[in-house]
């Protein structure tokens, strides 16, 4: 059986006696469960593709946090983009609501361990739900830096409900070496195909390609038993905690 390499990190990685940055929210769209939040700090914020946040959410005169991955690439203007669910978090929900543009939200420097991809490598993203976002930041970076094949295979409950749809379709139109490929369990598409991500997963095992997993632990086991079917090496298979 092949061993998933975890990178597992905590939220004292990030914020032990580091102060917070502030932030203005210049976009917020919300997609079925989730609201994708567009943000702004004065200077830029530093952050590898992959890594997490933490923000602070104030209600009232109550005060709480929730981590974060980081949808967006590292950028030079200060821009960050967050993927925020919403749904079955009433504390969250409650919080979001009350922002809109120009509001302002106090994060944490960047934290965390995930791995990005080689560049001079083939690689394989495999995300489920709110899994996307850290695979998105890193294949964001990873597109603008290596020329190598890279393939998305994302699923989701909704076929209407699927985060940064438009964006990744635009992706696979700017790079010819990006492929997609979304599923869910309704709402059956020429764009999106019933089934889950692992569904034609014999169409993309590489023994030399780099695989990349973030989202629900029953599709993680699944392409568990998937990768070992396939004899992939455990040194090319790398997860993140969903």
Avoid at 2 to 19: P, S
Avoid at 91 to 109: C, H, K, M, N, R
Avoid at 164 to 170: G, M, T, V
Avoid at 212 to 218: R, V
């Amino acid at each position: 059986m092949v061993k998933i390499q975890t990178c597992i990190f905590t939220i004292e990685d990030a914020v032990t006696a580091i102060d917070t940055i502030e932030f203005k929210v210049i976009s917020k769209t919300i997609v079925g469960p989730y609201t994708l939040l567009s943000l702004k700090t004065q200077d830029e914020y530093q952050q590898n593709p992959g890594q997490y946040c933490i923000v602070h959410y104030k209600v009232g005169d109550h005060e709480f946090t929730r981590p974060y991955s980081i949808s967006s690439e590292p950028r030079r203007d200060g821009v960050i983009e967050l993927c925020v669910m919403h749904s079955g978090d009433e504390q969250t929900a409650q919080a979001i609501q009350a922002i809109s543009e120009g509001s302002s939200l106090d994060i944490s420097p960047a934290g965390g361990r995930f791995q990005i991809p080689p560049h001079d490598q083939a690689a394989c993203f495999i995300a489920g739900g709110s899994g996307i976002t850290p695979l998105r930041s890193m294949i964001r970076w990873r597109l603008n830096q290596s020329q190598q094949g890279t393939t998305l295979l994302y699923g989701c409950k909704k076929g209407d409900e699927i985060p940064y749809y438009e964006d990744f379709a635009k992706l696979c139109e700017e790079h010819k070496n990006f492929k997609v490929m979304f599923y869910s369990e309704e709402n059956l598409s020429e764009a999106v195909l019933k089934g889950h991500p692992l569904t034609h997963f014999n169409d993309f095992a590489d023994k030399d390609c780099q695989y990349f997993l973030c989202g629900p632990p029953p599709m993680v086991e699944a392409a568990k038993a998937s990768f070992g079917n396939y004899n992939i090496p455990e040194t090319q298979v790398h997860t993140d905690r969903y």
